[in-house]
């Protein structure tokens, strides 16, 4: 079976652009999780998806960031504007209720 | 709140020593998960094992073996005869039940096994 797939797997930009994530989960799983992974602050949960619906965001940044979930199988993070300090490993999980997580293998993320 | 401890934050073995990575753990949940991951050089963050609270039985899997205290509000993680291709950056992680899927993360422990 696929596991959660992201894209891209590296992404550079320039401070003031947009930036796109996106996630694919694994068929059949019902949560969707992103983190953002620093060197400063480590594993941190941004945001969580139940049956496509969000159930808590209070770990979203600021309000340049945004996600959504438009169906079971696809997800984006949406960062706009990007700023330096988002440069930043972000992972895609899903897993079949809360407490189960499968990650993705992480999109890094560089803003110049 | 909860929180993860893994204080250990660098060890380094030499090929076929045995090695524990220690974790211990806060939370008020009585019902909680808690999780090891792997994440080794090339990024990706790979599921080792998931435990719930109610299932103290330590596990074994190949040369991995995890022993659960609750007493001790811990979550070891052994690894025996270790390998090179076990270097990596090892996360104990925990899911209160109240948390509604937020996983808290350890700060990870680094472990370099030499040839």
């Known amino acids: 079976d696929a596991g959660v797939i992201q894209s891209p797997r590296h992404e550079v930009t320039e401070m003031g652009q947009e930036v796109t994530l996106r996630c694919k989960p694994i068929?059949?799983?019902?949560?969707l999780f992103w983190y953002r992974q620093t060197m400063m602050r480590g594993l941190e949960l941004l945001i969580y998806f139940n049956n496509n619906v969000p159930i808590d965001d209070s770990g979203m940044p600021e309000d340049r960031f945004s996600a959504k979930m438009p169906n079971a199988s696809f997800s984006t993070l949406k960062i706009q504007p990007s700023e330096p300090r988002d440069s930043a490993v972000y992972f895609c999980a899903s897993g079949r209720g809360v407490f189960e997580q499968f990650f993705g293998p992480g999109t890094r993320l560089t803003v110049l | 709140a909860q929180k993860v401890t893994q204080a250990q934050t660098e060890i380094s073995v030499v090929e076929k020593e045995d090695v524990t990575l220690d974790c211990v753990y806060e939370t008020r949940d009585t019902t909680y998960y808690l999780f090891w991951y792997k994440q080794p050089p090339s990024g990706e963050l790979v599921f080792l094992i998931r435990r719930n609270s109610f299932d103290e039985q330590n596990e074994i899997s190949g040369r991995y073996s995890w022993n659960f205290q609750k007493s001790t509000s811990s979550f070891n993680f052994t690894i025996t005869a270790s390998q090179v291709v076990d270097s990596a950056v090892y996360f104990c992680a925990l899911i209160g039940g109240t948390s509604y899927g937020k996983l808290t993360f350890g700060q990870g422990t680094i472990l370099t096994v030499h040839p």
């Open positions: 068929s059949g799983h019902n949560s």
